[in-house]
């Protein structure tokens, strides 16, 4: 990748809004995402980084701003929308159906269906296909789940993330955003969900993650923006950045210079 | 980063592709052998408590009384499945009924005409209901209580003054005996199992019931598929009905009362569950069986219908119960 792919933008948002009635949630935020890095969103709770994610994603309706994607603005009213465009999103806490097997978790919304007449009658679904592509994207990102029929719920939370976070390899064009890829999860399925991160990036993919955890963003992110209050507070390189300065600029002891 | 997932994961990977029918087989069967066996301990115990109840005719008449109420109950499963509830289908059993005896006795329309009526109408209930659910954002209790009384008082409106009886001899044909009805039970249960299990719109049940913005932030259209499986409650419901009328050779608007509460029933003695994303309609024809072998034995023993109803009403608390038990908490 050349210095000048790198910098590609490739979506840019401006002035992104949410309010719920009087209730500010989010106000006049902008985004930058460039191909192929790791963008990190911190900030305290009820800062607005969900909303901001669901904002862009169409999971809620945004009050205001344009969203554009290399240069074009596109209109993403909807999750269908968002996935049109080629971006994919791994909710916390909704990624996964509990009671349907990692194979229809998988394609849940897009299966593949038959070829022949059944297919193009009645919808029928070609399991055999999904399974396939399933087992060798497992196997090219080292996933180690063998047992696709069975209900996400029988898995660990780090095997579930591992699923999400595949899926988004599986389908994702262009973007992935994760909300809190690693909540809830130990110290060892952290750090595994955390390399499958980075590998999207080995897949063509740019990504947007919310994080809490400073030592993340430190380690795996390229670039970090702190929304604080519903509003953008800062934009750093992590490069030039220490985690006692993000902490700063999160509870607000330390006051974004470039802004 | 190989140790890790390795030492983590309970499963290593042996991808092989003819292991794979065998494996959903196996668990399907997993899941539905429990039913199975209380079916089975429960026939051995009236066969050997009561010694006409061993007859051939007594097995064929169990399967005979499930027949119908299985039907209407393969559509209670498919919208319990996608995490709805209707009330209403018992009352829409009595609408179909007066629409197809009107068509058949007043109209003297040809056979296949009345039937293809009669399903229509009962799948635009169907539909009804859940439009009103999903766009009024009404909890699918009330709507379709209200249903149940609204479509009663539909029925008995259009069956006022008439005479709907003595219908013609190739209709008869449909609900009489043994044997038609529970071929089109089971043909009815393989249609829903294979919708269920094979298409994209029965996978999607699955998925609204378990968790409904799980499935929208996947792109599933719940709106539009929660109208369906509605519809095809409907849809069901008018098969039963249709094969009702048949039997008893007259249409009347008191049939079909608290029909959807003997068809929930089925459905959760069954295993299917009342909180949706789990069960199918193997299940639901066990849980049928199961009622139909406890109503019939319990009156060769010579216990009267007040006492089998506490027995049902027993049952399907225990069943509940075993389902809010086994239910891993959130």
């Known amino acids: ?259 | 980063m190989t140790d890790m997932t390795q030492s983590s994961s309970t499963q290593i990977s042996t991808p092989s592709a003819t292991s794979s029918s065998f494996d959903i087989l196996r668990h399907q069967f997993l899941q539905i052998w429990q039913v199975l066996a209380a079916l089975v301990l429960i026939y051995l115990t009236f066969f050997v408590l009561s010694e006409p109840f061993r007859s051939l005719d007594t097995l064929l008449s169990i399967f005979g009384q499930a027949s119908i109420l299985a039907i209407l109950a393969c559509g209670t499963t498919v919208v319990l499945i996608s995490g709805g509830l209707d009330l209403s289908v018992g009352s829409i059993f009595a609408v179909v009924g007066v629409i197809v005896g009107i068509a058949l006795a007043e109209y003297q329309l040809p056979v296949i005409v009345a039937v293809v009526i009669g399903l229509a109408a009962g799948a635009f209930m169907g539909a009804l209901n859940g439009t009103i659910q999903v766009f009024t954002k009404v909890p699918a209790f009330i709507v379709t209580l209200g249903g149940l009384t609204a479509y009663k008082g539909i029925a008995e409106i259009l069956a006022s003054g008439r005479d709907l009886s003595r219908f013609p001899e190739s209709f008869q044909m449909l609900g009489s005996g043994y044997l038609v009805p529970m071929t089109i039970m089971f043909a009815v249960a393989l249609v829903t199992g294979l919708f269920l299990t094979k298409t994209q719109l029965g996978n999607h049940a699955f998925a609204v019931g378990g968790n409904e913005e799980v499935a929208r932030l996947s792109g599933v259209n719940v709106r539009k598929s929660r109208i369906y499986y509605y519809m095809i409650g409907g849809l069901l419901a008018a098969t039963a009905a249709i094969l009702e009328v048949s039997k008893l050779n007259f249409a009347m608007p008191a049939r079909g009362q608290s029909y959807e509460l003997f068809a929930i029933a089925a459905v959760v003695i069954g295993g299917t569950s009342l909180f949706g994303g789990r069960g199918g309609v193997g299940k639901t024809l066990i849980g049928m069986l199961i009622m139909q072998t406890i109503i019939v034995g319990l009156s060769y023993l010579g216990v009267g219908t007040s006492v089998q109803r506490i027995a049902i009403g027993i049952i399907i608390i225990l069943a509940v119960y075993w389902d809010v038990w086994r239910r891993p908490t959130r």
């Open chain 1, 1 to 259: 990748m050349t210095k000048q792919d790198a910098d590609k933008i490739i979506l840019q948002a401006r002035g992104l809004s949410k309010r719920y009635g009087g209730v500010v949630a989010l106000e006049d935020v902008d985004l930058e995402l460039r191909q192929g890095e790791v963008l990190a969103v911190v900030g305290d709770n009820g800062a607005g980084k969900s909303t901001l994610i669901k904002a862009l994603t169409g999971a809620i309706a945004k009050t205001a701003g344009r969203v554009e994607i290399d240069g074009q603005e596109v209109h993403i009213d909807s999750p269908t929308q968002a996935k049109a465009v080629g971006i994919e999103t791994v909710y916390q806490d909704l990624a996964l159906v509990d009671e349907l097997s990692i194979t229809k978790n998988m394609f849940l919304g897009r299966e593949i269906k038959r070829k022949d007449v059944f297919g193009r009658l009645f919808g029928t679904l070609d399991f055999a296909k999904m399974d396939t592509e399933i087992r060798a994207l497992f196997q090219k990102l080292d996933i180690r789940i063998a047992d696709i029929y069975r209900e996400a719920e029988a898995f660990s939370g780090g095997q579930r993330q591992a699923v999400a976070l595949a899926k988004t390899v599986m389908f994702g064009k262009r973007i992935a955003i994760l909300d809190e890829p690693t909540a809830a999860l130990g110290v060892r399925e952290s750090k595994m969900a955390m390399d499958l991160v980075n590998s999207l990036k080995d897949h063509g993919l740019s990504v947007i993650m919310i994080t809490h955890n400073m030592q993340h963003v430190m380690n795996y992110c390229d670039r970090v923006m702190v929304l604080r209050l519903g509003r953008l507070a800062a934009v750093r390189d992590v490069k030039d950045v220490d985690g006692d300065t993000l902490v700063g600029l999160i509870t607000g002891t330390v006051e974004d210079k470039a802004a």
